[in-house]
């Protein structure tokens, strides 16, 4: 069993930690947020991920798990210094990386004994070796042994822990076998394919999957929209491509297109990468635009269903953006509650656990306790988040409480055909001609 700092205990870090604990390991994440390390330190959970607070308590309660705001108590009997801080999008969409530089200056300031950093943060090509260089000039005056791993994660938010425990595949890069070798022994147990490569090319292969998936994504959107001028139903159309084993089922869901914490920025930075090295990304170009035009049709939808939409009041049910967590980041909810109030409509939402977020972030919107309350006079309803209690609405009592029935289905959820028969008006994405249902 290893020792085991983690360093930035955001999503990425508090579900490293919390996981390698549960394998046995002994662990202290560490953060610069005072508030957040206070309250894990009350067994106050900073975000909400299902079954994340029980798997952090039975580890503190195990001794195996702790948090602090000190480097030096975190980094003293470290074996491996995981790096899970965040790096977002500078202002070109280059990744800033301005907090993985201070945790690289930090390792250097603290560690005088054997140790391996570990880079789980999405971080550009070649950071790997910029990390290296930052620890050996830093360290000048009291040389000790390190060596850099790159081991990017593939986690998503909502099904975080899983996806830690029984992941698809382990990366792992560095110029030094051996201290990749040491690292691949910390997932040895959870029995999946481990790859162990050079830093550069495992740093891409975080880059190209991130990409790859939002290509997915934004294709079968294009796909849908060819779907509503042509009468075809994109969910059909899905389903019988991912029967094709090289297709595959997962990652054909047409909706209101990708948002989070991650895609967003990560294919803007890959794409900001290709064109420092001269290379042209024409096709990351597209992806990011037919996903911004994803949001803008659900305003040319309502706009056709109402005319203008100023003053009109419109519901939009979930904000996180997507089910099972509260991280409204880049949420397409968010974008389309933009786009409406640029047309004057008076906005009012609902979401099961990203209120608080929200709340914080977008001060003038009027959050309401229930979708009930949102359908309440409102002259349309958007589904932005497939949240499990928005599949089964009582869609009578909408009808009524509504002062016009019309269902943007965002997430394609609902049943179309039982819908437009109790009197909705109804749009989806991709499923069938548009303007026959007007
Ligand atoms: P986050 O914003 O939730 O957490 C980052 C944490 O790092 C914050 O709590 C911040 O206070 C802390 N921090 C910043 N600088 C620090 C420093 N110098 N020392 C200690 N702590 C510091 O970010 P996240 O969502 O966990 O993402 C972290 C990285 O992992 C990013 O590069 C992201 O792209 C990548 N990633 C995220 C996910 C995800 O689902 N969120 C999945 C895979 C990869
Ligand atoms: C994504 C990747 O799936 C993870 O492998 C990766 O580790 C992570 O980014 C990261 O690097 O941070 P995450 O952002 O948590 O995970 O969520 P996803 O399930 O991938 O969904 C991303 C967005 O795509 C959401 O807005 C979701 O609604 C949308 N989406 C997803 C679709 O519109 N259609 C789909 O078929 C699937």
Request: charged content about 25%; glycine content about 8%; proline content about 4%.
């Amino acid at each position: 069993m290893s020792n085991i700092c983690v360093i930035g205990t955001g999503y990425v870090g508090l579900v490293t930690g919390a996981c390698f604990a549960d394998l046995g390991n002994t662990v202290i994440c560490m953060d610069v947020d005072h508030d957040r390390i206070d309250k894990l330190n009350q067994g106050i959970m900073p975000i909400y991920e299902p079954g994340l607070k029980q798997l952090v308590d039975q580890n503190v309660r195990g001794g195996r798990i702790s948090f602090t705001c000190d480097y030096c108590e975190a980094l003293k009997n470290a074996e491996f210094a995981f790096v899970a801080v965040g790096t977002p999008s500078g202002v070109d969409g280059e990744a800033d990386l301005q907090y993985v530089r201070s945790a690289a200056e930090v390792i250097a300031d603290e560690v005088d004994h054997p140790i391996i950093v570990v880079n789980k943060s999405t971080v550009p090509v070649g950071t790997g070796d910029w990390v290296s260089d930052i620890i050996t000039r830093r360290c000048n005056d009291k040389p000790f042994a390190f060596s850099v791993v790159s081991n990017p994660e593939f986690l998503r938010e909502g099904s975080a822990i899983n996806d830690f425990m029984c992941p698809d595949r382990v990366v792992l890069g560095s110029l030094d076998h051996d201290a990749a070798s040491s690292v691949a022994q910390l997932y040895l147990s959870l029995r999946c394919p481990i790859i162990i490569t050079d830093l550069r090319t495992a740093e891409m292969i975080k880059y190209a999957s991130n990409a790859f998936l939002a290509t997915r994504i934004s294709f079968i959107n294009e796909i849908a929209n060819m779907c509503e001028e042509m009468g075809a139903d994109v969910s059909e159309v899905a389903l019988g491509m991912g029967y094709d084993h090289r297709i595959g089922h997962d990652f054909l869901d047409a909706g209101l297109g990708w948002g989070g914490s991650c895609f967003p920025k990560d294919v803007k930075a890959l794409a900001h990468m290709a064109v420092l090295h001269g290379t042209h990304p024409q096709l990351l170009q597209a992806v990011m635009e037919i996903n911004r035009n994803q949001r803008r049709r659900v305003v040319l939808r309502l706009r056709r269903a109402l005319g203008s939409l100023n003053e009109k009041v419109i519901g939009v049910l979930g904000l996180s953006f997507k089910p099972n967590t509260d991280d409204i980041r880049e949420a397409p909810a968010l974008e389309v509650i933009h786009l409406l109030e640029n047309e004057g409509a008076i906005v009012r939402a609902y979401d099961p656990q990203a209120m608080g977020a929200a709340a914080r972030m977008m001060k003038r919107l009027d959050l309401c306790e229930n979708p009930y309350e949102v359908a309440r006079g409102a002259d349309a309803l958007v589904l932005a988040t497939e949240w499990n209690e928005f599949k089964q609405l009582d869609f009578a009592r909408l009808h009524e409480l509504m002062r016009t029935p019309v269902l943007v289905d965002g997430r394609n959820q609902w049943d179309p055909d039982k819908l437009r028969s109790m009197g909705f008006t109804y749009f989806g994405v991709g499923r069938g001609l548009v303007n026959n249902h007007d």
